[in-house]
């Protein structure tokens, strides 16, 4: 039994000499490949973290594997499994590379002046509407500071990745990282004006059984956006019968633009379009804060200048109140005076 739970003493040593004893680039390189494969149970996914090739990370992994003598993951077509003895050697690889983090850490809030590299991750729509616009300005402002920004709907671990800063929707889970809470998640309905000329606007969110709807996928889970409402003191939630669906937030405003129906947007996806005249808002009085954006960033980072930097001009990219949401409010006077159409 103590053979399939934990290496035996030769492979222990094995380890601890690789490790240890005069540690080269590509030995180290190895170590850092096969860490992040475990954690995150693919070459491939590791690659796009470490910004290498899948087939770089693979080879790293490969040649670790012979140095050792040593077999370190179950493969298949379509994951990594780690042997037992892969189990035991990515927790002491965890350990090492964490070492490794905080002398870099230390090294890091040893200076005053932002410099280097700064990881940050945020969800699709948030990058792309408010952190792209904005860092030109922050780069301006830090020229020695160079931003990796990484987009993804999946929620990376910030510990285990090396990210500095990430910005996430919704329920926090992860209690080792520190939080900053950024500005409100509000999600509106909307609709062309020339959709609601033609078939009238909806007064009750009851009333969208009369029209037609464009609603969000979400690609993790692939179930459909319930619409939130709030009505009277209670919020009530709904599918409605959308004859488009698509799994893009970008794409369902593309949609209601082109007079595709009404369908529901966060207020920073919708309003550039509501200040051109090419969206209105609808049933906005039954409108509701879905969640938080929020900011999150490893202890490790407290003292850290660059962390420091980014988190300062966060709260100038989410001032309160938020622009996107006070034109979304202003631009509803007098917009809602056609009878619902049927």
């Known amino acids: 039994m103590a053979l399939v739970l934990h290496l035996d003493n030769l492979a222990v040593v094995r380890f601890t000499h690789a490790v240890m004893e005069q540690i080269g680039l590509d030995r180290l390189t190895g170590i850092i490949a096969f860490a992040r494969s475990a954690s995150l149970g693919s070459y491939t996914a590791a690659a796009h973290s470490l910004g290498i090739s899948p087939s770089a990370v693979s080879k790293s992994v490969q040649r670790l594997e012979e140095r050792l003598g040593l077999s370190l993951f179950t493969r298949t077509t379509r994951s990594l499994t780690l042997t037992p003895e892969g189990r035991d050697l990515h927790e002491r690889a965890l350990r090492l590379l964490h070492e490794a983090e ?64 990430a910005i996430r929707v919704g329920e926090l889970s992860d209690s080792r990282l520190i939080s900053r809470r950024l500005a409100p998640h509000r999600l509106c309905a909307f609709a062309s004006p020339t959709y609601l000329e033609k078939r009238g606007t909806p007064r009750h969110p009851d009333d969208l059984i009369h029209h037609e709807c464009v609603n969000f996928r979400f690609q993790s889970t692939g179930q459909a956006l319930r619409w939130p409402f709030r009505v009277g003191v209670r919020t009530v939630e709904l599918t409605p019968n959308a004859g488009i ?87 509803l006077g007098g917009k809602e005076d056609a009878p619902s159409g049927a």
């Open 102 to 165: 905080a002398i870099e850490q230390a090294a890091v809030a040893a200076r005053s002046e932002p410099a280097g590299t700064l990881k940050v991750t945020a969800p699709f729509p948030v990058g792309v509407h408010l952190l792209a616009p904005a860092l030109p300005r922050f780069r301006e402002r830090y020229p020695r500071l160079s931003v990796d920004l990484r987009l993804s709907d999946r929620f990376a671990d910030l510990i285990e990745e090396g990210i500095d800063v």
């Open 245 to 331: 669906v698509t799994d893009f937030s970008d794409a369902v405003a593309a949609v209601l633009v082109a007079g595709g129906g009404i369908g529901i947007s966060p207020t920073y996806i919708a309003a550039p379009y509501v200040e051109r005249g090419m969206l209105a808002p609808v049933l906005q009085e039954f409108a509701v804060e879905r969640s938080v954006m929020t900011a999150l960033w490893p202890e490790s980072r407290r003292g850290n200048p660059n962390v420091k930097a980014f988190l300062a001009f966060l709260g100038e990219v989410f001032p309160s109140p938020a622009p996107w949401d006070t034109l979304v409010t202003s631009a």
